[in-house]
């Protein structure tokens, strides 16, 4: 079994991920799989993360790593994979083309004034989403 966890750095995808391990830990031949999606119409300051490489990768390792780290204390190894794009059309896409079974994301996430967003991306990907989803609040 497959299951991706959808995270941007927020409180709730955080949760979000815990609920993926667990799951990971408990079920057989279960693999985990991290989805982060830069977004550069959300991005607090998208110049320089387009001029530069290295700030990208900064960017994405940021909002990456905690949850990275998380996964690897509770022995699973995880498979990140890092996309550009607007969030919700993105993991659609990459979701629904790929061989994952389960997708997990936070029902909030945040947005570039650092506040919270209350479902849009959650909303759209549930009702695009061809395998089953679970919202962590």
């Known amino acids: 079994m497959n299951i991706a966890v959808a995270v941007d750095g927020s409180e709730s995808a955080l949760r979000a991920a815990q609920h993926a391990l667990m799951l990971v830990q408990f079920l057989p031949e279960t693999h985990l799989e991290i989805i982060f999606v830069t977004d550069f119409n959300k991005v607090e300051d998208e110049r320089l993360l387009t001029e530069s490489p290295k700030n990208l990768a900064a960017y994405q390792k940021k909002?990456?790593?905690?949850?990275?780290?998380?996964?690897?204390?509770?022995?699973?190894?995880?498979?990140?994979?890092?996309?550009?794009?607007?969030?919700?059309?993105?993991?659609?896409?990459?979701?629904?083309?790929?061989?994952?079974?389960?997708?997990?994301?936070?029902?909030?996430?945040?947005?570039?004034?650092?506040?919270?967003?209350?479902?849009?991306?959650s909303e759209k990907v549930v009702k695009r989403m061809s395998c089953p989803v679970t919202l962590v609040k």
Do not use: C, H, W
């Open 63 to 121: 909002n990456v790593q905690p949850v990275v780290k998380m996964a690897r204390e509770a022995g699973v190894e995880p498979k990140v994979t890092l996309l550009k794009g607007q969030t919700g059309p993105t993991i659609i896409k990459y979701v629904n083309a790929s061989e994952v079974d389960q997708l997990i994301l936070g029902s909030r996430g945040l947005n570039a004034f650092k506040g919270l967003i209350f479902g849009s991306v």
